[in-house]
């Protein structure tokens, strides 16, 4: 890639992608198939995809069948039309969900490993249009176009840039500065995000069906253990494809003063889970304890997420636009 490209040749907009989770990558199939230039640009030396379930609902399916990616995604996913809720150790059923029918929105939600659906994404993008260790560190935008310096030094120009790169992104924290001292910043833009949430997710290894049969059901078995008034905790069992059971252990701050050290890593990267893991092995489940999960995943697709939860007002301005995380966190 060369230092600074100018497009000076009228044609479709060149548009610059920060970020290469999944909006990101996404957004570069659509403009893939629409025939607009784009590249996308990773912060990161490699692409480590982590996380575990995630769901897609009918409101968006509709996009991954015209974009073919539909039968694809199903493949390595299990629908969800129901489950149940239970409460703490005893296991006391407390409630029961029902998805709405088939019939009346044309999908089912389908469930799957997060690391998944980013493998597809990523296989649909030209590795070439792929930079990594591009980590922005300012842009410039004006009439002609927006120019993107990065911290090893170098520039890109391009027409549009578009900020997806997660909860704390470069882009917006860029763009609310300018902003800011122009006096177009909305007070509510400016204060900043608080952590409600912390996530401890995984996905097993295969286990076997004979110890845990609902891993042969074709629909996703979801149940999620709530805490009572001394447990701040809920933890979440989903079975997917590959004879896998997804799992996910939220504890909400504020309630319990947890929010200590080990809580200090960064989105998505497994450091310092071990000590959460052992300190909650013993909370049951319908398979057991949740130190039985934690045995049968490993160590390194174990991630600790932190949940904040803001909606920005400003999501564009000029040539530069949010999209995701960035914008709504």
């Not at 993107?148 to 030094?153: G, L, P, Q």
């Not at 401890?200 to 069906?209: R, V, Y």
């Not at 609902?214 to 996703?220: I, P, Q, S, T, Y």
Request: aromatic share 8%; net charge negative.
């Amino acid at each position: 890639m060369n230092p600074t490209v100018n497009n000076t040749t009228k044609g479709p907009p060149r548009v610059l992608i920060a970020g290469g989770g999944l909006g990101g990558l996404f957004l570069g199939i659509l403009l893939e198939k629409a025939g607009i230039p784009y590249e996308i640009f990773e912060r990161s030396a490699e692409i480590k995809p982590l996380g575990a379930i995630m769901c897609l609902t009918p409101n968006i399916l509709p996009a991954f069948e015209q974009l073919g990616l539909y039968e694809e995604l199903v493949a390595f996913s299990k629908p969800l039309r129901g489950g149940g809720y239970l409460l703490t150790d005893k296991l006391e059923h407390i409630a029961t969900f029902e998805s709405m029918p088939l019939e009346l929105m044309g999908y089912d939600r389908q469930l799957f490993p997060r690391p998944e659906l980013h493998h597809m994404l990523l296989s649909k993008i030209p590795m070439k249009k792929l930079h990594m260790s591009k980590n922005v560190v300012s842009f410039e935008q004006d009439q002609d176009g927006v120019t993107v310096t990065f911290e090893d030094n170098t520039t890109i120009h391009g027409d549009i840039l578009v900020g997806s790169d997660g909860a704390h992104s470069a882009v917006r924290q860029h763009l609310y500065k300018d902003l800011k001292k122009e006096g177009l910043l909305p007070k509510s833009d400016d204060n900043r995000m608080k952590k409600g949430y912390i996530s401890l997710l995984g996905t097993t290894d295969a286990l076997d069906p004979a110890k845990y049969p609902d891993l042969l059901k074709e629909d996703c078995q979801s149940y999620g253990i709530v805490g009572d008034g001394s447990n701040p905790y809920t933890w979440v069992t989903f079975t997917v494809p590959g004879n896998r059971i997804c799992w996910n252990v939220v504890v909400q701050l504020g309630v319990s003063e947890v929010a200590d050290e080990q809580y200090s890593c960064t989105d998505w990267v497994p450091q310092h889970n071990q000590k959460m893991m052992d300190e909650i092995r013993h909370f049951m489940t319908s398979y057991g304890t949740m130190g039985d999960l934690f045995d049968a995943t490993p160590l390194e697709g174990v991630s600790k997420v932190f949940f904040e939860d803001q909606m920005f007002e400003t999501w564009n301005h000029g040539r530069t636009v949010l999209l995701g995380d960035a914008a709504h966190k």
